[in-house]
């Protein structure tokens, strides 16, 4: 085993006691407002919005559809861990600006059926395969934080006739860039757990994180994540929406999507995005708008990987770097995101 790989075991082990401390907290301390009486939830969560189609391999696909039905097409491809159900951040954003998005599950993840030989270049045909389904001409793509590298690859092999423009907000780039300016956890994860960590590790891991704690009820999870001592380590600019009750809701659904067939299409999708991807950012079409979104604050997917993405386009990338958190670059830009996309797309 690397020394590398074992360092992230040892830190994982770190963890441990601090996860349980706050599990079991959060089950012997859930009463409150929010735990008695839930609202409803501004962002749209219905299951009418989700549906599937068969692939060419007799695979099933899922996504879901918010925003304008008849605005411009953009595919949104969620994080890690994450799930088509991120797309309700865009809803009221996409009727406003006339934008049509569309989140797509990867593979063994909520409504799409495992692929477990699959590599990343093999996303770009699935969702080519929506798109014919879906009758498009012409569409965009975004990917966030894990998404990243689907997004590059995306650029890399649709069609150049169909693809207007390929945006990436906080997003992974290949494995061969540094992770300098990222925390411990993320600098070794990346590089190094994801690809060689057995799936068995990776599922006790996860039990431990608040994001993968699907043992709990929805109430039980919303009070853990509104526990006054978690929000006191959480960064300034995170506080806005981590304390947002209907964003909760949302990546509580989308959590629970994530894990819906088990801890291993998880595993999976993170083994795959954090391989050699199998093509080079250089070969990416060389007339395709690229438009990249990194935060200086950001210590998960630090900023050098936006910078690095952008040099191996040698200026074909534009490039934006705000005073922004790995999560609140989505949060706070997501709006600024759509709105340059859609206005790139009529420029290509």
């Given at each position: 085993m690397p020394e590398s790989v074992a360092h992230y075991l040892r830190y994982v082990q770190q963890l441990v006691s601090s996860s349980v401390s706050l599990a079991f907290k959060t089950q012997t301390n859930h009463t409150g407002c929010?735990?008695?009486?839930?609202?409803?939830?501004?962002?749209?969560?219905?299951?009418?919005?989700?549906?599937?189609?068969?692939?060419?391999?007799?695979?099933?696909?899922?996504?879901?559809?918010?925003?304008?039905?008849?605005?411009?097409?953009?595919?949104?491809l969620h994080g890690l861990?994450?799930?088509?159900?991120?797309?309700?951040?865009?809803?009221?954003?996409?009727?406003?600006?006339?934008?049509?998005?569309?989140?797509?599950?990867r593979p063994g993840i909520g409504l799409s059926s495992p692929n477990p030989d699959r590599r990343l270049l093999d996303f770009p045909k699935e969702l080519e395969y929506l798109a014919q389904h879906l009758g498009l001409d012409e569409y965009a793509v975004v990917g966030v934080s894990g998404g990243g590298p689907y997004a590059l690859a995306c650029a890399a092999a649709l069609p150049r006739e169909k693809i207007r423009c390929v945006s990436i907000v906080c997003g992974l780039g290949p494995p061969d860039i540094s992770m300098r300016g990222a925390d411990l956890a993320h600098r070794v994860a990346f590089p190094y757990g994801w690809r060689y960590a057995p799936s068995f590790l990776t599922r006790w891991f996860w039990k431990l994180q608040p994001v993968g704690r699907i043992d709990l009820t929805d109430s039980q999870w919303l009070a853990m994540m509104l526990d006054p001592a978690r929000l006191e380590a959480t960064p300034v600019k995170d506080l806005g929406?981590?304390?947002?009750?209907?964003?909760?809701?949302?990546?509580?659904?989308?959590?629970?999507?994530?894990?819906?067939q088990g801890f291993d299409g998880v595993w999976r999708d993170g083994k795959v995005m954090c391989s050699h991807f199998g093509f080079r950012v250089e070969d990416i079409h060389s007339d395709l708008p690229v438009r990249l979104w990194y935060g200086k604050q950001d210590t998960f997917i630090p900023l050098i990987q936006g910078e690095q993405i952008a040099a191996r386009l040698n200026g074909r990338a534009h490039l934006r770097v705000l005073d922004e958190t790995h999560g609140s670059i989505f949060f706070n830009r997501r709006e600024e995101v759509i709105e340059d996309i859609l206005a790139t797309m009529k420029k290509s």
């Amino acid at each position: 085993m690397p020394e590398s790989v074992a360092h992230y075991l040892r830190y994982v082990q770190q963890l441990v006691s601090s996860s349980v401390s706050l599990a079991f907290k959060t089950q012997t301390n859930h009463t409150g407002c929010l735990a008695q009486q839930p609202r409803k939830c501004r962002f749209p969560l219905e299951d009418d919005r989700s549906d599937t189609i068969t692939l060419s391999d007799g695979r099933r696909l899922g996504y879901a559809q918010y925003g304008s039905v008849t605005g411009k097409p953009i595919f949104h491809l969620h994080g890690l861990p994450g799930s088509r159900i991120e797309g309700a951040y865009y809803h009221d954003i996409g009727l406003r600006l006339g934008a049509r998005i569309i989140a797509v599950d990867r593979p063994g993840i909520g409504l799409s059926s495992p692929n477990p030989d699959r590599r990343l270049l093999d996303f770009p045909k699935e969702l080519e395969y929506l798109a014919q389904h879906l009758g498009l001409d012409e569409y965009a793509v975004v990917g966030v934080s894990g998404g990243g590298p689907y997004a590059l690859a995306c650029a890399a092999a649709l069609p150049r006739e169909k693809i207007r423009c390929v945006s990436i907000v906080c997003g992974l780039g290949p494995p061969d860039i540094s992770m300098r300016g990222a925390d411990l956890a993320h600098r070794v994860a990346f590089p190094y757990g994801w690809r060689y960590a057995p799936s068995f590790l990776t599922r006790w891991f996860w039990k431990l994180q608040p994001v993968g704690r699907i043992d709990l009820t929805d109430s039980q999870w919303l009070a853990m994540m509104l526990d006054p001592a978690r929000l006191e380590a959480t960064p300034v600019k995170d506080l806005g929406f981590m304390k947002d009750e209907d964003v909760l809701q949302v990546m509580l659904r989308s959590t629970r999507q994530a894990f819906s067939q088990g801890f291993d299409g998880v595993w999976r999708d993170g083994k795959v995005m954090c391989s050699h991807f199998g093509f080079r950012v250089e070969d990416i079409h060389s007339d395709l708008p690229v438009r990249l979104w990194y935060g200086k604050q950001d210590t998960f997917i630090p900023l050098i990987q936006g910078e690095q993405i952008a040099a191996r386009l040698n200026g074909r990338a534009h490039l934006r770097v705000l005073d922004e958190t790995h999560g609140s670059i989505f949060f706070n830009r997501r709006e600024e995101v759509i709105e340059d996309i859609l206005a790139t797309m009529k420029k290509s």
